[in-house]
């Protein structure tokens, strides 16, 4: 049972313009989400993250949105550069899991120049 | 610099042979993960330490073993390698803490077992 599901298996934007990563999660107890950035042959890389308590999170070009209600979260990169191309991974954790994080599928995403 | 380090970075193994996955980082975290990595399924947690002479199972963890002996290292140990186990292998660690945290990965070992 898929607990955190990214729907979208791959995006293509074009330079300069709003890339916007989908996350849907089902576990209610959930109260901490993750976005990871990963390039071929490397690890993951933290990107941004959320708490429940908030509905937005923002850092330079990058924004996370958290939708409680609908049990959805998004990302969004403005605006979108070549660099950015690569699998973005949504994850999340509940409060006793010390790290324990659960991973989406991943949506690779495509920055055309 | 602290950092974590995976080796091999690419390992050839046969069915049935037993392999070991070593991970060793530097930042002196307790909480240590190994995850999978595959086509559909994202990352998936294998085994986890807390510290010291701790393991916990994770969601994926039936032919695999690891041991924490130190605070440094978490080998995963594959017992009986099966074509399934196929995968590329992540990984983490993270610091302890009262709050949420975020990992820190290494850069992966890719497996095929033929």
């Known amino acids: 049972d898929q607990q955190v599901k990214q729907n979208s298996p791959s995006l293509s934007v074009q330079e300069g313009r709003i890339s916007i990563l989908n996350c849907d999660y089902t576990?209610?107890?959930?109260?901490?989400f993750l976005w990871y950035k990963k390039y071929p042959a490397e690890g993951p890389t933290f990107l941004i993250s959320?708490?429940?308590?908030?509905d937005k999170n923002e850092d330079g070009r990058f924004t996370v949105f958290l939708n409680k209600s609908a049990k959805h979260l998004s990302l969004h990169i403005v605006p979108s550069q070549p660099g950015d191309s690569a699998v973005y991974f949504c994850?999340?954790?509940?409060?006793?899991?010390?790290?324990?994080?659960?991973f989406g599928q991943g949506t690779i995403l495509t920055v055309h120049p | 610099d602290a950092e974590i380090t995976q080796s091999p970075r690419h390992k050839i193994t046969e069915t049935g042979r037993q392999v070991t996955l070593a991970c060793h980082q530097t930042?002196?975290?307790?909480?240590m993960f190994w995850y999978r990595q595959d086509l559909g399924h994202g990352l998936r947690l294998i085994h986890y330490?807390?510290?010291?002479?701790?393991?916990n199972k994770g969601e994926v963890s039936d032919g695999y073993s690891v041991s924490r002996s130190n605070t440094e290292d978490l080998p995963l140990t594959l017992e009986s390698a099966a074509s399934s186990q196929t995968s590329v292998y992540f990984c983490?660690?993270?610091?302890?803490?009262?709050?949420?945290?975020?990992?820190?990965f290494g850069s992966g070992t890719q497996l095929s077992v033929l």
């Open positions: 576990n209610s107890m959930f109260d901490y």
């Open positions: 330490s807390y510290g010291v002479q701790d393991t």
């Open positions: 994850a999340a954790s509940f409060g006793t899991s010390y790290g324990k994080l659960t």
């Open positions: 983490a660690s993270s610091s302890s803490g009262t709050g949420p945290e975020k990992l820190f």
């Open positions: 959320i708490s429940s308590i908030k």
């Open positions: 930042w002196n975290h307790n909480n």
